[in-house]
Nanobody, 126 residues
Framework: QVQLMESGGGSVQAGGSLRLSCSVS????????MGWFRQAPGKEREEVAT???????TYADSVKGRFTISVDNGDNTLRLQMNNLRPEDTAMYYC????????????????????WGQGTQVTVSS
């Protein structure tokens, strides 16, 4: 059974930093993608940053250059380092995983049946 356990988050002033962590368990191999998503009040959930089994990251344009996604393979923990935070980063942040599949001659992350963490609140004040 796949389980995701998040930690980190909190409240900071604009320009500050936070680090989110997500402990991942229950996979028998490494053929899965991991990522961070967020949802602000009244808005749809959006992708923030993802990383695939080859450790290739992707970032939303709004966080490029400020956020860094990484994986600690030693303890299977996904992390999101968030620097230079802005009030518009305020949201509930969710860790997620999903199987990486081979389609059309390449491995892709489809994010159509993800496992989700419980969410952790990030609040950035101006």
């Amino acid at each position: 059974q796949v389980q995701l356990m998040e930690s980190g988050g909190g409240s900071v002033q604009a320009g500050g930093s936070l680090r989110l962590s997500c402990s991942v368990s229950g996979y028998s191999n490494n053929k899965y993608c991991m990522g961070w998503f967020r949802q602000a009040p009244g808005k749809e959930r959006e992708e923030v940053a993802t990383i695939d089994m080859f450790l290739s990251p992707t970032y939303a344009d709004s966080v490029k250059g400020r956020f860094t996604i990484s994986v600690d393979n030693g303890d299977n923990t996904l992390r999101l380092q968030m620097n230079n935070l802005r009030p518009e980063d305020t949201a509930m942040y969710y860790c997620a995983t999903d199987l990486q599949v081979f389609e059309l001659d390449r491995w892709i992350c489809r994010w159509d049946t993800p496992h989700w963490g419980q969410g952790t609140q990030v609040t950035v004040s101006s």
